[in-house]
Each structure stands twice: as structure tokens, then as C-alpha cells.
């Protein structure tokens, strides 16, 4: 079980769409609709901004969207704002009631 | 409105055994579905997912710490509380407890940490 594989960094400037990635493998990410993503800014607990690949909980705005296509989930942010800059972890379900997080992406608005 | 809250020693010794107790309110652990695992994040480093326990008592580590862990709840005090031993420097990070309904026998559930911590920084130093 390793971590999930995400991009170090990602930046765009107010106003655009950044898209972030989240590779896994046919045993997690692949396996399952169960992949959630987090917003965490620095000294702050984590948020969840998607869930279930595409679901958003209520609060979280519909610039935040989720997709998966094979073993890799994406996290696109669209009309970036200043307040999304943050980092950034996705999470999938791992199968035998077990999880494993990803590496981590830092979203930086220019 | 649910809570969770981490306590334990901010400072452990190397090879020294911590134990982290998450208190939990406002939400059940003998609700079918519902877990409460524990996430580590070291500093500046990724968030890690530890350990889980379930409803029916049912756990789940991290295969990389397996031998090293232990949770357990004790449903009456709303606990849960998490044993690492052979502490290292390595393991200096902010400890999260966190919530989650999980889906099982064909019942679809959120399957993400809802509820989570403050978190707790626990320091292994000599």
C-alpha cells in the first residue's frame, strides 16, 4: 500500500483552472469510487472539498470538481481565487476497510 | 454539533510507547458504518493514514506500522484511543484523529473523513 502519487506543486493565476492529479493503482484508485480530496491550509486541520470521485458536501463551491478515469482521480479548481491556495491531498479507499492518502499537491495562485 | 479532540504527551522518548486518546461528542461509534481513524501529518511532510476502528470493532492499520500499532475504543467514555511503540524521531508529527461512515454490505456511506481533530504535535526527542 503506497501513498498515492501527486504532483508537488501547481500554480495559475486568479481566475483560471488548475487541474490536479492523483495516480494510484487497480487496488485503490482504480478499484473504487472512493476517492476524496482535501483542502488544508498551513496550521489547519483538513477539509474535504470532494468525495465518492465527483460528490461535493454542502459549503464547498462549485468551482471544486472531481473526475477519475482509470487509476488516476482528478481535482479541478476553476476561477481560481486567493483563498485556494493551499495544499492540497487526495484519499482513496484502499479496499479491505482500509485507506491510503496521496503525497500531496501545493496549489500556489500567482 | 460533533467533535473530536486528540490529548496525549507533546514529548516522547525514543523506543518509548505513546498513547494518543481521541474523545469524541456528538456522534456514535455504535452507529452501523461509523469509524474513527487516526492520520499523521510531520512537519511539512504528507498526511499519513494510521489506523481505524469500526462499529463491530473491526481494525485496520497501516501495513508499514502494523506491528507498531494498536487501537482500541471504549464506547462508554466515547474514546479511542491509539498505542504506537518503538517511538523514533521519525515519528515527530501532528497526530489527527478523525470520523468516517464507510460503506459495507451494499449500504453506500460518505467513505470520507468528515469530522476531524485539531490535532495533537507529538515530538520524539531524547
Known amino acids: 500500500q503506497s501513498a498515492l502519487t501527486q504532483p508537488r506543486s501547481v500554480s495559475g493565476s486568479p481566475g483560471q483552472s488548475v487541474t490536479l492529479s492523483c495516480t494510484g493503482t487497480?487496488?485503490?484508485?482504480?478499484?473504487?469510487?472512493?476517492v476524496s480530496w482535501y483542502q488544508q491550509h498551513p496550521g489547519k486541520t483538513p477539509k474535504v472539498m470532494i468525495y465518492?470521485?465527483?460528490k461535493r458536501p454542502s459549503g464547498v463551491p462549485d468551482r471544486f470538481s472531481g473526475s477519475k478515469s482509470g487509476n488516476t482521480a482528478s481535482l479541478t479548481i476553476s476561477g481560481l481565487q486567493a483563498d485556494d491556495e493551499a495544499d492540497y491531498y487526495c484519499?482513496?479507499?484502499?479496499?479491505?476497510?482500509?485507506?491510503?492518502f496521496g503525497t500531496g499537491t501545493k496549489v500556489t495562485v500567482l | 454539533q460533533a467533535t473530536l479532540k486528540e490529548s496525549g504527551p507533546t514529548l516522547v522518548k525514543p523506543t518509548q510507547t505513546l498513547t494518543l486518546t481521541c474523545t469524541f461528542s456528538?456522534?456514535?461509534?455504535?452507529?452501523?458504518?461509523?469509524?474513527v481513524g487516526w492520520i499523521r501529518q510531520s512537519p511539512g511532510e504528507a498526511l499519513e493514514w494510521l489506523a481505524i476502528?469500526?462499529?463491530?470493532?473491526?481494525?485496520r492499520y497501516t501495513p508499514s506500522l502494523k506491528t507498531r500499532l494498536g487501537i482500541t475504543s471504549d464506547t462508554s467514555k466515547n474514546e479511542v484511543v491509539l498505542r504506537m511503540t518503538n517511538m523514533d524521531p521519525v515519528d515527530t508529527a501532528t497526530y489527527y484523529c478523525?470520523?468516517?461512515?464507510?460503506?459495507?454490505?451494499?449500504?453506500?456511506?460518505?467513505?470520507?473523513?468528515?469530522?476531524w481533530g485539531q490535532g495533537t504535535m507529538v515530538t520524539v526527542s531524547s
Open positions: 478523525a470520523h468516517i461512515m464507510i460503506t459495507y454490505g451494499g449500504v453506500a456511506r460518505a467513505d470520507y473523513f468528515d469530522i
Open positions: 456528538g456522534l456514535s461509534l455504535t452507529t452501523a458504518g461509523a469509524g
Open positions: 476502528i469500526y462499529w463491530d470493532d473491526d481494525k
Open positions: 487497480s487496488s485503490d484508485v482504480g478499484a473504487y469510487d472512493r
Open positions: 465518492g470521485v465527483t
Open positions: 484519499c482513496s479507499y484502499a479496499g479491505d476497510y482500509s485507506f491510503v
